[in-house]
Every structure is written in structure tokens, then in C-alpha cells.
């Protein structure tokens, strides 16, 4: 469900009181509220150069810019028991690493005081000239040990054939301890 599609839901079941959107640049707005949720689909895709990407897809040399910056906030933020709700590229690691030296998103939140509740996700397919197929250069030289899925949902190196492969993109649930 993308965020409109929760806005929709909000209104639909008429308990648009209860819920506040804000918007503006990560934590910026906010001023030390405390909320039950945080949900969040930062830019995350590793790129070396802004002039690569447009602004929508750049997370960082290794794709972890904002999201540190929003895991390690979220623990400011959030009432003990909130929920913290993120869409992450498979291949940046969710329970294990995908590079020896970069910590997968599990490591990351339990060192903010989070873990872990569950998991939903979907595939998407890899688009020949897409960000993701420009950007698979920089996946294999920073991710080695990632994968892609084939049409028939089997992992797939990353060196195999990248124009039949799909992306997995989970949507983890952590709760604040």
C-alpha cells in the first residue's frame, strides 16, 4: 500500500482525526512531537553521483543516507511500543548483510532500540534503463553477496540476467522497545 492508498483508508473509514500528516524534509517539521507511527520510502539507491540519478532515487553512496538518518531519529520520535515502517531494497541486506562490511537493516535497528515485528513485500521487475539497471554497477561493487529473483521467484546473482530479473522490496514493521 503506498501512501496515498493509506490516505484513502483513512478517510474511508472515517477516523481522518486521529491520523496527522506531515510533510516536509525527514524530521524537520515535526518539532518534537511524539507519534505511534512512522512510516517511511526514502531514496535508497546507491549511487556515486547525484548527477546520476534524479533527487527522488539518490540515497547515498551506498544507499543508506536517509535511512540511518530516519532509524536513528525514529527512536526520538516515537512513543515506546511505536511502530517503525520501512520499504528497503533487499539487496542493501534486511537480516543479513549483502557486503561483509556494511551492516544489514536488522543490525541497524536494534541498535536504535527496534526490532523487527514482520514483514511484507512484493517484487518489482528491473526496467532495462530504469534506476535500478543504471545503478547495477554500484549494487555489485558495494553488495556483492545481494541477489535478484527470476520470473519463477529463484534467487539470481546479480551477474546473471539482469533484464529478466525482479527486485524484492520488502515493507518491515519494527516496534520500538
Known sequence: ??????????????????FKNNLGSLFEPINFQNFDLIMS?????????????????HGGFDGWLYLDDIIRKSSFFLVRGGYLVLMIFDFL???????????????RLEINGFRILDEY??????????????????IKKIY?????????????????????AFV??????????
Open 144 to 164: 556483492p553477496l545481494a541477489t535478484f529473483y527470476n520470473f519463477n521467484n529463484e534467487r539470481i546473482s546479480i551477474s546473471e540476467n539482469i533484464e529478466e
Open 93 to 107: 541486506g534486511i537480516h543479513e548483510r549483502t557486503s561483509k562490511s556494511i551492516p544489514c537493516l536488522q543490525e
Open 1 to 18: 500500500m503506498d501512501t496515498s492508498d493509506l490516505g484513502k483508508q483513512i478517510l474511508i473509514n472515517s477516523i481522518s482525526q486521529r
Open 121 to 138: 513485500s512484493y517484487y518489482k521487475k528491473v526496467r532495462k534503463n530504469g534506476q535500478t539497471y543504471r545503478a547495477i554497477q554500484q
Open 41 to 57: 520510502n526514502v531514496a535508497q539507491m546507491p549511487i556515486d553521483r547525484i548527477s546520476q540519478a534524479t533527487f527522488h532515487d
Open 168 to 177: 524484492y522490496l520488502p515493507c518491515i514493521i519494527s516496534k520500538k522497545k
